[in-house]
């Protein structure tokens, strides 16, 4: 299932990235774009690392 539309980045490419250390949605960005651009899959991203500080941030805003 692709999770960053803007990026075209699958949930299993997050949830490899996040086998290899990335556990914040920043460090997803950082290691594959997601997330960089109009936002709206964090939320998402946020889940599927763990990242449970940005997730919390992503429902205040909703
Ligand atoms: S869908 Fe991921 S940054 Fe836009």
Known sequence: ?????CYGVS????CQLADE???TVDQVTARCG????????????AE???????AADQIKAA
């Open 11 to 14: 949930d299993r490419q997050i």
């Open 34 to 45: 997601a997330g960089g651009d109009c936002g709206s899959c964090r939320k998402t991203i």
């Open 21 to 23: 250390g990335a556990c």
């Open 48 to 54: 599927l690392v763990g990242d449970a500080a940005e």
């Open 1 to 5: 299932m692709i999770v960053c539309l």
